[in-house]
């Protein structure tokens, strides 16, 4: 078995393990992120949907920088490319072939900030994530058109490992933020 796919397997049982509820305060170093990087820009903030013990930024949603914003929620296209599409809280979603929620189909949106799960990160910003590659490829093919999108890994401080093994495909992550802050 590979590296990766032990790290994968590990990570994913400790998050499992030490999983806890945020509050919205974990987010405010995000806020003040967003606020200085965008200045007068309208914020296209990505999401995902929180499954399988991944932290919950849904919470983000209830700070009142977030009221009455769309956020976008990635959907997974033909020959497995993933898109953005805009969604309101409590809107209804639609299960993938994954058995994940996605939003209805509509016109494809680009992020400038984009949050993105992890099982495991390291101290220079690589992430570990399921192994299929859709957040890597779409920062691949994005990035090369749009500078401006920032992304963001999202976890608790318990899952970062010292250095993860990487390949050509792997994308470095501008920013990590967990429970002790942004980096």
Do not use: C
Not at 99 to 114: R, S, Y
């Amino acid at each position: 078995m590979d590296q990766k796919k032990i790290l994968r397997k590990r990570y994913y049982y400790l998050r499992k393990k030490k999983y806890y509820d945020i509050d919205q305060e974990f987010f405010f170093p995000l806020i003040k992120l967003i606020k200085s990087k965008l200045k007068r820009k309208n914020l296209n903030l990505a999401l995902y949907y929180p499954s399988n013990f991944e932290l919950n930024v849904l919470k983000f949603l209830e700070n009142d920088y977030m009221k009455n914003k769309d956020v976008l929620l990635p959907a997974i296209e033909r020959q497995n490319n993933m898109n953005f599409y805009s969604w309101k809280k409590n809107q209804a979603l639609f299960v993938n072939q994954f058995g994940m929620l996605e939003p209805n189909k509509t016109k494809i949106k680009i992020p400038n900030f984009m949050l993105v799960p992890i099982l495991a990160f390291d101290k220079q910003n690589y992430r570990l994530g399921y192994g299929k590659g859709f957040y890597d490829r779409y920062l691949i093919k994005y990035l090369k058109k749009f500078k401006n999108i920032h992304s963001v890994g999202v976890a608790f401080s318990f899952q970062k490992y010292h250095k993860l093994p990487k390949d050509k495909n792997d994308v470095k992550l501008n920013y990590i933020l967990t429970e002790k802050g942004i980096h």
